[in-house]
């Protein structure tokens, strides 16, 4: 099945900065990949997602980028704030089950003020 | 438009003891999951349901866990007997169709075996 690489496992960073999370993927027919926010004591949120025939989506300070070739895929978030505090899950699509998300062991991103 | 219900949120049992989760997916949503999170791991999928049929219930424990989505609405999860390492969160998510769509969790129920 589909296996889902995701680094670093934390990182921190200081308001405004940037922050960059990136995934690999082992499944060459992917070809769904979200990003998810979950804040504690509450389910996955999705934060914006990226089909394989698009190599770059952009939402106001969130971006993700994608490279087939290598099978790796990025989020970016911009000038960074507190309530971005969270942990970050990638996923891609399961060609062998159903479709259904894998998803990497998660980032946690902590913004000091 | 209402989320993915759960319940309950948190459940205690002890060990070789049999629990029950039920979860409502999102109105019209026709494939449904649920997902196993041990603490600081990413979602695992247990098994996925399109309308009332199993698409993939390959990492699925059967000897111990059994699901079931009647009439293709909701669903519940079952454990039996519960062992200390299922101690997680239970996540229901539900997406309008199986193919490169948004699956919209819920809050999940949080099980301590003990």
């Known amino acids: 099945g589909e296996n889902v690489e995701q680094h670093p496992s934390t990182l921190s960073v200081q308001e405004g900065d940037s922050a960059v999370i990136k995934c690999t993927y082992s499944d060459s027919a992917s070809n769904y990949f979200p990003w998810y926010k979950q804040e504690l004591g509450k389910g996955p949120q999705l934060i914006i997602d990226?089909?394989?025939?698009?190599g770059e989506k952009k939402d106001q300070r969130i971006a993700v980028t994608l490279n087939k070739t290598a099978k790796h895929f990025s989020l970016h978030i911009t000038e960074t704030q507190p309530e971005d505090s969270a942990v970050y899950f990638c996923a891609a699509s399961d060609t062998n089950s159903g479709y259904a998300l894998n998803f990497g062991k998660g980032t946690s991103l902590l913004v000091t003020p | 438009e209402a989320g993915v219900a759960q319940s309950p949120r948190y459940k205690i049992i002890e060990k070789r003891q049999s629990v029950a989760f039920w979860c409502n997916p999102i109105s019209g949503h026709a494939t449904l999951y649920w997902y196993q999170q041990i603490l600081g791991q990413g979602p695992k999928l247990l098994i996925q349901?399109?309308?009332?049929?199993?698409?993939?219930d390959s990492q699925l424990p059967k000897d111990r866990f059994s699901a079931e989505r009647l009439k293709g609405v909701d669903s519940t999860l079952k454990i039996q007997p519960a062992k200390l390492e299922d101690s997680a969160v239970y996540l229901c998510a539900s997406s309008l169709r199986m193919l490169n769509t948004e699956a919209f969790f819920g809050q999940g129920t949080r099980l301590t075996v003990v």
């Open positions: 990226i089909r394989s025939n698009v």
């Open positions: 349901f399109q309308n009332n049929g199993v698409v993939d």
